[in-house]
Nanobody
Framework: VQLQACGGGLVQAGGSLRLSCAAS????????IGWYRQAPGKQRELVAG???????NYADSVKGRFTISRNNAKDTVYLEMNNLKPEDTAVYYC??????????WGQGTQVTVSS
């Protein structure tokens, strides 16, 4: 499985961005996909996830502001980010967890929120 993440950029506080994570290869093996982020000097953390049943989960810090969704026909997962805050600044990664075997990570996409 290969993951291609894109959509990051520079935005002012209060603005919005939409990240995309396009999967290719053995996508039928994917059980769930999550978005993670890592800010300088901090550990990578889960932002939001969605599984094959459509169940979603969010970090408390983004609840009510971020929405994860997927387009099965395009094998793509999106992260809609609204009301962005400077503390959302980080490199965002998508991760695919298969039913079996090791997980897969996409390359990161930088999100920078200016105050």
């Amino acid at each position: 499985v290969q993951l291609q993440a894109c959509g990051g950029g520079l935005v002012q506080a209060g603005g919005s961005l939409r990240l995309s994570c396009a999967a290719s290869g053995r996508t039928f093996s994917i059980n769930s996909i999550g978005w993670y982020r890592q800010a300088p000097g901090k550990q990578r953390e889960l932002v939001a996830g969605i599984n094959s049943g459509g169940f979603t989960n969010y970090a408390d810090s983004v609840k009510g502001r971020f929405t994860i969704s997927r387009n099965n026909a395009k094998d793509t997962v999106y992260l809609e980010m609204n009301n962005l805050k400077p503390e959302d600044t980080a490199v965002y990664y998508c991760r695919a967890v298969p039913l079996r075997g090791t997980d897969y990570w996409g390359q990161g996409t930088q999100v920078t929120v200016s105050s």
